[in-house]
């Protein structure tokens, strides 16, 4: 379980993990928001900070917009993803999620090579993790999903500076 905290009315959610603390943007709609608090709940707990508070001075990833891929087969968890990045400026990030698993190798690739090509703003690969998770865990709007292999992916626009 991830933990979430609430700092203000006027700031986004925060939730705590080892590696990077996640801001949920303002932009997200509440909807927005419990689905993806839902699926990175999916996420393993081993990398999960519970015990310590939000250290600001930590690298932390604002999640800005979400790609919801699952069901789509390959290339359009890629091209959606394309796509979502146009709104995503440099020092945020983009939460995809997929069940088709060439999509892993596609958005390696695709991060991989704004690296190589010295784009403008290169993408870091922050979060690259699959999960299998049973029916028991999977929420009502979720559970419409037959495969139960989900691929996270969160992609941060850097500045190239």
């Known amino acids: 379980m991830l933990k979430v905290y609430f700092m203000s009315a006027d700031s986004p959610s925060i939730m705590v993990r080892a590696a990077y603390p996640i801001y949920l ?3 997200l709609s509440k909807s927005e928001q419990q689905s993806i608090r839902q699926l990175l709940d999916l996420l393993p707990t081993d990398d999960i ?16 917009d979400m790609v919801d ?8 968890p890629l091209l959606k993803t394309k796509v979502a990045l146009r709104s995503v400026v440099s020092g945020e ?6 069940t088709d698993p060439n999509s892993q190798a596609d958005i390696m690739a695709f991060c991989q090579q704004s690296l190589q090509t010295k784009a403008t703003n290169p993408l870091l690969l922050s979060i690259n993790q699959a999960t299998v998770s049973d029916s028991g865990e999977l929420s009502a709007s979720q ?16 500045d190239s500076n």
């Open 69 to 76: 891929g699952r069901g789509l087969a390959c290339p359009m």
């Open 49 to 64: 900070n519970l015990n310590h508070k939000t250290d600001l001075s930590k690298p932390v990833l604002v999640i800005k």
């Open 143 to 158: 559970s419409k999903y037959s495969v139960d292999t989900i691929y996270h992916f969160i992609i941060t626009k850097t």
């Open 93 to 98: 990030s983009l939460y995809v999620v997929a």
């Open 25 to 27: 943007g303002e932009t």
